[in-house]
């Protein structure tokens, strides 16, 4: 029999099915100059399930889809992979899921790994469809004293309703967004009747309930959460954002990039407060192995803005960055995230 190797799951049926891809770019070829064996399953944007056989460099393009000699129609399966077109069965010792959004992230699918008895990097089934429900996230961190923002949401039938109610409920501003969805799509800003009723609109192109949210003015903090080689959550220092936009969208993420410095310019008492929070925000979700929580500071008071249970792992992202100023740099990052696939799913 075949023995086990790491499996690396990346794109799917999701709106962050390109950020997916340079996320997996990056682990897979850091896992190729570390010699670490490891198996590419890609997921097509319709779901479909191969395994890809060429270079890594070539992954963050996509420039291999539909070509037959590099991808092998294959399926999930109790343990492992099974090939379509050979019935071969390639056994896996764990998955890191380089995937984001959608039905990839909600924990649809980290519950499927867990039917088919397949370890995995990162939070478990409920912690990722807490995390990625905006609303029921901030929810549940509101009942253990987490600051959040206010606001609510609603499924959004009838937009111009929906306008009625947001205008009597908060006014303007107000920031608009889809309850489950990541990387800012979707996301965005209505300073009156006519933006609100776009900005609606929009939303409801990812997913029909909609959160709205009094705007927040205030700096952008981000803090990792990172498990260290005793299975102990720890807090980086904090990290700021300087996007000079409106907010952090899309194209500042993944385009021209933020600006960022960490540790953030913060007294030692407010960045001891910020990690205590991330931490209990991780352990209250039900986190585990790696996390990125994200603040304001309204005021020079917290508020607590989403967590991302399976935060980016671009050369953009911020996650690895907070790592770095933990001293764990990226190729020890990914042998962290090696050794969380192979321990085991909680």
Do not use: W
């Not at 253990?144 to 499924?155: H, K, L, M, R, Y």
């Not at 959004?156 to 800012?184: N, Q």
Request: glycine share 12%; charged share 20%.
């Amino acid at each position: 029999m075949a023995q086990p190797v790491l499996g690396v799951l990346f794109g799917g049926k999701s709106n962050e099915h390109d950020v997916s891809l340079l996320s997996a770019a990056a682990i897979l070829s850091e896992l190729d100059r570390q010699r670490i064996p490891a198996l590419a399953i890609y997921l097509a944007r319709d779901g479909s399930p191969f395994v890809y056989r060429g270079s890594p460099c070539a992954v963050g393009n996509e420039a291999f889809a539909g070509d037959p000699s590099l991808l092998s129609p294959a399926d999930l399966v109790r343990g492992g992979v099974l090939y379509r077109d050979s019935r071969g069965f390639s056994p896996l010792s764990g998955v890191i899921p380089a995937v984001h959004g959608g039905t990839t992230e909600d924990g649809r699918l980290q519950g499927m790994l867990d039917l088919l008895e397949i370890p995995y990097a990162g939070s478990g089934a409920e912690a990722c469809a807490v995390a990625m429900n905006k609303q029921l996230c901030k929810t549940v961190l509101s009942a253990a004293g987490i600051p959040v923002a206010g606001g609510f949401s609603e499924t959004v039938d009838s937009p111009s309703d929906a306008v009625g109610r947001v205008e009597a409920a908060l006014g303007y501003p107000v920031f608009v967004k889809p309850v489950r969805s990541g990387s800012s799509i979707g996301a965005g800003i209505a300073r009156n009747r006519s933006e609100l009723s776009e900005r609606i609109g929009t939303a409801r192109a990812t997913d029909r309930k909609v959160l709205f949210e009094p705007l927040i003015r205030g700096r952008e903090i981000e803090v990792g959460v990172l498990e260290n080689d005793s299975g102990v959550p720890v807090a980086s220092p904090p990290g700021e954002l300087f996007s000079g936009a409106d907010f952090y969208d899309y194209e500042t993420k993944y385009g021209v990039g933020a600006k960022t410095r960490i540790p953030a310019d913060l007294s030692p008492a407010l960045s001891e407060k910020l990690r205590d929070l991330a931490l209990l925000a991780f352990r209250t979700l039900g986190c585990r192995h790696y996390a990125r929580v994200d603040f304001f500071l309204s005021d020079g008071a917290p508020i607590l803005n989403e967590v991302n249970a399976l935060p980016g792992l671009t050369d953009k992202s911020m996650f690895p960055n907070l790592a770095f100023a933990m001293g764990v740099p990226f190729p020890a990052l990914v042998r962290r995230l090696v050794s969380f696939a192979r321990g085991g799913a909680a």
